[in-house]
C-alpha cells in the first residue's frame, strides 16, 4: 500500500437503516424529471417543449450563460410537463418514460485514443459533461478551463452512505473506460482515493493510468474535497474537476457504448423504511415509485441525498441528479421539556452525554441511533465555541470562514481556504453548532457571492 493519510478529526455518526443486501433491478418509474435546480448557478434555456418526444440523450436544455453544456433526458419518451416556480423558474422538465429506453447513439467509442478535443466533443453532445463538477464553487464544469487534476473518491464515509463497493458491481470495463477519458481532460493526474479498511471493489483496485491514495479516519474522509485537501490542496487561480465514481461509469458506458446510460444504484437508508435495500434505476427517477410499499410512516421525512447534506423532498418530486441515496427518517417537531438539563434519550452528538442515560438504564446500547427530525432547539448568537475545529480535519478555520462569509468580506474569505470547501465539508460543523446555524447554507452564499464578485 501507498502512504496513507491519516485523519484524526471527524467524526462518524453511527445511524440505524443503513443500507444492505443485493441490487433489486426495480420496473422503470412511470416519469422521470431532470430539475435545473440541482445545478448550481444554472441558467436554463429550453429545447423542447410539452408533447415532445425524446430518446435517452437528446438535449432538454442548455446553460444559458454557456450553451456549450447540454442538459439530456436519461429516459426515452414524451415530455408531458416543464414545472415552473416562483417568477416562472423552471423547476422539472418531465419525461412519460417509454416501457423500454430508447437511446441516441453517439459516436465515441474511438474517441478516447482520439485524444482531449474528441472526448469534450461527444461528453458535451450526450450530456455526460454535466456530471463532472469543479471546483472552486461546486458547479458544472467549465469545458474551456485547465485543470490541474480530477478527483474522484472511492469510498463514501457518510452517515447511512451508499456502499460504493455495491454501486460499482462489476462495471471493471466501464470504470475504467471512464478514468481514461477523464485523463485526456487534464495535464495533471486523475486520483483515486480509498479507504485503509474493509473490502474495496475490483473495479477500483485494478483501476490504471491513477492515482491511488489513501486514507485513515472519520467521516468527513471520504468527502473529495478533503482529499484534494491533502492531495494538491486548491490555490486561488487554480481549478480541479471531480466526480463520483458511479458517473465514471455512466461516462465509461458512453465510450464502450456509445449511449448515455444514466443507470445507477441507489440506497433506500434511514430507519422508516421497512427494508433497507439497493435499487437499480436511471437518474431523475420519481420519488414515490423508489418508496412504494416500503414506508413505515406517511409521516416521515424523506430526503435526496445524505442525512447531512441531503434536501428534503416529497413523494410527488424527483431523485436529485448528483444524489445516489433516497433517506428516510422520522419527522419530530415536538418540543423537549427540559431537554437542555437532561438528556431524555440517546441521540448522536459529539458529546457523550447522551449516551450515558440509555447505557445506564438498558446496561449498553443497540447498535446505531434512530435519529429523527427534531433540532432539539431554535437558531441562536452565533457563538465561536471551537467545536467546529474538533471535526474539521483540514487547514482550515471554520468559525472564523464563516464569519468572514457573514462580514461579505472576500479578502478574509480567500485568505481562510473557502475556495477549498463547499458545503458537505462544513456540513458536521453545522450537526454540532451550538448555536444551530445553517453553516451549509451560509457557505453557499458567500460561495456565490465571492464567484459574482471576486
Not at 474522484?152 to 471512464?178: C, H, R, T, W, Y
Request: aromatic share 8%; glycine share 8%.
Amino acid at each position: 500500500m501507498d502512504k496513507v493519510i491519516n485523519l484524526k478529526k471527524g467524526l462518524n455518526l453511527s445511524l440505524t437503516g443503513q443500507a444492505s443486501g443485493f441490487v433489486r433491478d426495480k420496473a422503470l418509474s412511470a416519469t422521470f424529471a431532470i430539475k435545473p435546480t440541482d445545478f448550481t448557478n444554472l441558467i436554463p434555456k429550453l429545447a423542447v417543449k410539452a408533447g415532445d418526444e425524446v430518446k435517452a440523450g437528446d438535449v432538454l436544455f442548455f446553460d444559458k450563460k454557456n450553451e456549450e453544456i447540454k442538459f439530456t433526458a436519461p429516459v426515452s419518451g414524451e415530455i408531458v410537463a416543464i414545472n415552473r416556480g416562483a417568477k416562472r423558474v423552471i423547476q422539472e422538465i418531465v419525461i412519460l418514460a417509454d416501457k423500454q429506453i430508447k437511446f441516441k447513439q453517439f459516436d465515441a467509442k474511438s474517441s478516447i485514443s482520439k485524444g482531449v478535443d474528441s472526448v469534450k466533443e461527444q461528453m458535451l453532445l450526450s450530456g455526460a459533461w454535466t456530471l463532472l463538477r469543479q471546483r472552486p464553487f461546486n458547479v458544472v464544469a467549465d469545458p474551456n478551463a485547465k485543470p490541474k487534476g480530477v478527483f474522484i473518491s472511492g469510498f463514501n464515509s457518510k452517515p447511512l452512505g451508499a456502499d460504493v463497493n455495491v454501486m460499482l458491481g462489476s462495471e471493471n470495463a466501464n470504470f475504467q473506460a471512464g478514468i481514461d477519458a477523464l485523463n485526456t481532460l487534464t495535464d495533471g493526474h486523475v486520483h483515486l482515493g480509498l479507504p485503509t479498511e474493509g473490502a474495496i471493489n475490483s473495479a477500483l483496485t485494478n483501476a490504471t493510468n491513477v492515482k491511488k491514495h489513501y486514507f485513515n479516519g472519520p467521516h468527513p474522509a471520504g468527502n473529495v474535497g478533503v482529499q484534494i485537501h491533502f492531495i494538491d490542496a486548491i490555490n486561488k487561480g487554480d481549478t480541479v474537476y471531480t466526480m463520483s465514481p458511479q458517473d465514471v461509469v455512466i461516462l465509461g458506458r458512453l465510450f464502450n457504448e456509445g449511449i448515455y446510460n444514466t443507470s445507477q444504484v441507489v440506497a433506500l437508508s434511514g430507519s422508516e423504511f421497512t427494508s433497507n435495500c439497493y435499487i437499480s434505476t436511471p437518474k431523475g427517477a420519481q420519488i414515490e415509485h423508489l418508496i412504494s410499499n416500503n414506508l413505515k410512516s406517511e409521516d416521515a421525512r424523506l430526503i435526496s441525498g445524505n442525512i447531512l447534506t441531503g434536501e428534503k423532498v416529497n413523494k410527488e418530486t424527483y431523485l436529485g441528479f448528483y444524489d445516489n441515496n433516497l433517506t428516510a427518517i422520522p419527522e419530530d417537531t415536538s418540543p423537549e421539556f427540559l431537554g437542555w438539563l437532561l438528556p431524555t434519550y440517546e441521540r448522536p452528538s459529539a458529546s457523550r452525554t447522551f449516551v450515558w442515560f440509555k447505557r445506564l438504564l438498558a446496561k449498553g446500547r443497540a447498535e446505531g441511533f434512530n435519529v429523527n427530525t427534531n433540532m432539539h432547539g431554535e437558531e441562536r448568537a452565533y457563538v465561536v465555541t471551537g467545536e467546529y475545529d474538533k471535526v474539521m480535519p483540514m487547514d482550515i478555520l471554520p468559525n472564523q470562514l464563516i464569519k468572514s462569509v457573514l462580514a461579505n468580506d472576500i479578502d478574509k474569505m480567500e485568505e481562510l481556504g473557502i475556495y477549498e470547501v463547499v458545503e458537505e465539508d462544513l456540513a458536521l460543523c453545522e450537526f454540532i453548532c451550538t448555536s444551530k446555524m445553517p453553516v451549509q447554507q451560509i457557505l453557499r452564499d458567500g460561495l456565490n457571492y465571492i464567484q459574482i464578485e471576486a
